[in-house]
Each structure stands twice: as structure tokens, then as C-alpha cells.
């Protein structure tokens, strides 16, 4: 009974995973779509607004009350390097720079938060996880530069692509002692306020911006705040509370190729032959990293006695 539970367990926290990174993907194509009406702050207090929204009444439905004392740190911490900061940095990180440059520098987020995960919260490396990141790694850099096109990018637009990763990695290892106590749609949605309430200096542009901006593009943000954020993030948070940081950082390393995936089922990108070869790279990477080795079950029974002689 026990192992069984443990089992549902591992798969109800893997499928979480899943669901985290099919939804942050899929907010690629949404960003490029909104971003081109929307300013980097209104984009980002726009999509945790909404997302705050959905999570509040979830929240209150549940009534999960709020989180204790102890997970605050870590919530404050998380809402204001994740939700609040990165989103920003990410968005005006993307205006600078062409998307293969984007996604091959927020990729050394997942590289970031092993090292923080393995020095702060102690974290284990074992090798199959260091080998795993290492090809992910090699995958995303092959997707960044196949999809980097020339003159495209700004050393300003590195800069802040680089400060949205080293703000997740930030804000994932923070996230993670708030789960020991607190529920994920508790981390989640607090986390979420918190972010928002950052973002409020933005709240003119969004106005502004909004009053002008195509329906498509306000969808877009929506969609982003409610999937990607309000349910992505939930995923995610209950996933890592059942797994180490330095793992689920290297589930991400699937977005890029997915990415590429819903890029040319969605967009009709088609993508070359260097970009699925990244992308390949990108998911057995993850796959080696997720995967354990098998452990011989010994029998419980005690080893026989040698038989006494008879003399």
C-alpha cells in the first residue's frame, strides 16, 4: 500500500510537471502576440492581474485560509524576484533581443538554480542529473542560435534576459521552503499578489495601452495571466514541493522544444534541421535527468544460517 501510494504520488506530481511545461510554452507564442501592443510593465501587471483573479477564487472556494508565518519569506521573496521582476525583465528583455538569443540566455535559469538549490538548500547532484542538464543545456543552445538572426540583438537586451534568469533561479530556490508548510495554490496565489501589487507603478500604461490595444492582443494577456500563470504556476509549485528545486529546474529545459513544436503547428514557423536537432537534444536531456536508477529489491526475508555439522 505504501509503495503504491508513493507511485501515485510520483506520477501525480510528473503529470503537474507536464502541465507546467506545455502551459509556460505555449506563453511564447502568447507574449510575441501581446507584446506588440502592450509595454513590458502593463504586459506583465496585466497577466498577474488576471491570474490573481482566478487564483483568488480558488482560493476562496477552498478555503485554504492563509499560509502560515513560516512560508512568508519565501512567498514575498518569490512573488517579487518571479512573478514581479522576471516577468517585466523577460518582456523588455524580448524587445531587445531576437527570441534564439531570449531563450538561450533564460535558459541558464535551470543551471542557476541547481547550484543555488545544491549550495542553499542542499540539494543532491547526482551525475545522471548533471549529465541530463548538460545535454538540455547543449539543446537549448543549439535552438537559440539555429533561431538568432542577425543584428538582432543588444548587449542591454542580454543584460536583462540574463537578470530574468538569475531572478527565477532566485525565486524557485525561494519558493521552495514556503512549500514545506503552505499549499501550492496558497505560495501560488500569494506569491501571484505580491507580484501584482509590484507591478502597480504600471497600472497608467495598462490603461492607456489597453483602451488602444487589438482584442487579440488583450486575450493574449488574459490567456497568459489564466493558463501560463494561474495554473502553470500552481502545477509547478506542486510539483516541487514532491521534488528537489535542481530537478524540476531541469524539467524546463522541454520548453524550448516545444516551443519549436507549437511554433510551426500554430504559426507555420517551419523549423530547420539544426532546430529539431536542439530540440531532441532539449528533450532527452530532461529525460535522463528525470529518470532513477533501478535499485535490486533484496528479499526482507533474513539470509539462511549455515547448517550446523553433526558430529
Known sequence: MMRSQSDRARVLAAGAACVTVVSWASAFVSIRSAGGAYSPGALALGRLVSGA??????????REGLPPRSAWRGILLSGVLWFGFYMVALNWGEQQVDAGTAALVV???????????????????????????????????????????GGGSSVFGVVLCLLAAVAYA????AQKPALATASALQVTTF???????GCLPFAGQLVHEAAKAPVSATLNMVYLGVFP????????????????ASRMGATTYAVPALVVLMSWLALGEVPGV???VGGVLCLAGVAVSRSRRRTRERAAAPEPRPEKKVT
Open 191 to 197: 506569491g501571484c499578489l505580491v507580484g501584482a501589487v
Open 229 to 244: 500563470t494561474a495554473l502553470a504556476f500552481t502545477t509547478w509549485a506542486y510539483a516541487l514541493a514532491r521534488t528537489t
Open 274 to 276: 539544426l532546430t529539431l
Open 107 to 149: 535558459n541558464v535559469g535551470p543551471l542557476l538554480i541547481a547550484l543555488l538549490g545544491a549550495r542553499l538548500l542542499g540539494d543532491p547532484m547526482p551525475p545522471r542529473l548533471l549529465a541530463g542538464m548538460a545535454v538540455s543545456f547543449a539543446g537549448a543552445v543549439t535552438v537559440g542560435l539555429s533561431m538568432s538572426g
Open 170 to 173: 532566485s525565486g524557485v530556490v
Open 53 to 62: 483573479v482566478v487564483l483568488g477564487v480558488l482560493w476562496a472556494v477552498r
